[in-house]
């Protein structure tokens, strides 16, 4: 039983639009959210993470939006760049990941030139 | 300053073989995770180590096991290995364990790539 699912398995985005990757999770329990970023043959990066007493955070070009209510939560990228081009997870965790990061499958962003 | 080094980038085995993966995290860091990626999957916790000490295990058989040394080095042990076994294998390190809500994040490693034939 998937906790963290992310239902897109792709993405294509024109450079310089607005890349919207989504997430959706079952765990009520979860109060922290991240999303890492991966390279093909790297491991995956941190980009950006709530808490679940937020709603929104923003870090430059990458805005991450919780809806708890509906158990949603949604990374956008503004603008989109060509370097964005790669694989996102989303990933959850109870009481500060004691029970290890739960991740979502990824979604594949592609950036279209 | 060094990232998380994971050897070796890639290996080959066959059915009912054991391997061994070892990580170095980045220097300082004291927690290990470790983590299996495969595309049905996604990325699952396999275990976390602290000071030497096995403080998490994730929902997978006793063939996956693993230990943390005094160097804070770890290493991953699969016995018997099955088909299903073959998967990226991620290891990740923190400053404190179980990192959360305003503590240091994990950084994982390039991963070791296990293919079972």
């Known amino acids: 039983d998937q906790q963290v699912k992310q239902n897109s398995p792709s993405l294509s985005v024109q450079e310089g639009r607005i890349s919207i990757l989504n997430c959706d999770y079952t765990n009520s329990m979860f109060d922290y959210f991240l999303w890492y970023k991966k390279y093909p043959a790297e491991g995956p990066t941190f980009l950006i993470s709530?808490?679940?007493?937020?709603d929104k955070n923003e870090d430059g070009r990458f805005t991450v939006f919780l809806n708890k209510s509906a158990k949603h939560l949604s990374l956008h990228i503004v603008p989109s760049q060509p370097g964005d081009s790669a694989v996102y997870f989303c990933a959850a965790s109870v009481g500060g990941g004691a029970d290890g990061l739960t991740f979502g499958k990824g979604t594949h962003l592609i950036i279209q030139p | 300053k060094a990232g998380v080094t994971q050897t070796p980038r890639y290996l080959i085995k066959t059915r009912g073989q054991q391997v061994t993966l070892s990580c170095s995290p980045i220097?300082?860091?004291?927690?290990v995770s470790w983590y299996q990626q495969t595309p049905g999957q996604g990325l699952q916790f396999l275990f976390e180590?602290?000071?030497?000490?096995?403080?998490n295990k994730g929902n997978f058989p006793g063939r996956f096991s693993g230990r943390q040394f005094s160097n804070s080095r770890s290493e991953m042990n699969v016995s018997t290995l099955e088909l299903g076994d073959s998967a990226l294998y991620l290891c990740a390190s923190s400053l404190v364990p179980q990192p959360g809500i305003g503590e240091e994040k994990l950084f994982f490693g390039s991963g070791t790539q296990l293919s079972v034939l």
């Open positions: 220097s300082g860091h004291r927690s």
């Open positions: 180590y602290f000071s030497e000490t096995q403080r």
């Open positions: 709530i808490s679940s007493i937020k």
